[in-house]
């Protein structure tokens, strides 16, 4: 049995590579990174070719700049994997490429690669740069991908997987954030601020509309 998997900020894939020898299958695959994307399409093209065909790859492959500043051993050893690969087990055959800001990437873009099969499972990882302790950890200050978190966290929500894998550094946690406790003495609803909200608050007693039934009548 296969599970769905939806991947986020994909890279050349070397997570999904993983969870599709753990059983899982990618649907789709969003990775903004034009290099990386070329990565996934080509390697589904060479899992396809025979032996003839994967010789013209190869060729077509050593043109590039890249290649230049490898020695003739190096190519050789380079190559002579991906021939032995070629026979070998394929993984991420059936993952519709998404290139792009996941920004723009709309949930029902994503849903409709599903083709209303259920999906057991969301993963990536975000950018770790805003968090992590090697960094300026500007956190959510980082105009340029602080707030690439929220993307992930947008698709869970609206997607519903039954698992996600969410990948980053223990520096996220030590992310500076308020705690908002709402409740209404309409409803009797008690509730935590969603974060986008809390960190929106100016004044942390400032009443806002319920989050349930959008009464004013809040504390």
């Known amino acids: 049995m296969k599970y769905n998997l939806i991947s986020l900020f994909t890279g050349a894939g070397g997570l999904d590579f993983g969870l599709e020898q753990a059983g899982f299958n990618t649907i789709t ?3 903004l990174e034009p ?29 590039q700049a890249c290649f230049k500043r490898l020695s003739e051993t190096e190519k050789e050893l380079f190559f002579k994997r991906i021939r032995k690969h070629t026979n070998q087990e394929k993984y991420l055959q059936n993952c519709t490429v998404i290139e792009g800001d996941i920004r723009g990437v709309s949930s029902q873009e994503i849903a409709s690669q599903l083709n209303n099969e259920e999906l057991f499972c969301i993963a990536g990882g975000p950018p770790c740069q805003p968090f992590s302790k090697a960094g300026k950890q500007k956190s959510l200050d980082c105009t340029k991908n602080g707030d690439l978190f929220y993307e992930f966290v947008r698709l869970v929500n609206d997607l519903q997987p039954k698992w996600f894998i969410f990948e980053n550094v223990k520096g996220m946690t030590f992310t500076r954030t308020d705690v908002i406790y709402q409740h209404c003495n309409s409803c009797h609803a008690h509730t935590v601020a969603p974060f986008l909200i809390r960190q929106n608050f100016k004044n942390h007693n400032e009443k806002k509309p319920c989050l349930k039934c959008g009464s004013t009548e809040t504390q």
């Open 29 to 31: 695959a969003n990775e």
């Open 35 to 63: 290099h990386a994307c070329e990565t996934l399409r080509r390697n589904k093209v060479l899992s396809t070719l025979n032996s003839e065909n994967t010789d013209n790859f190869i060729n077509e492959a050593l043109r």
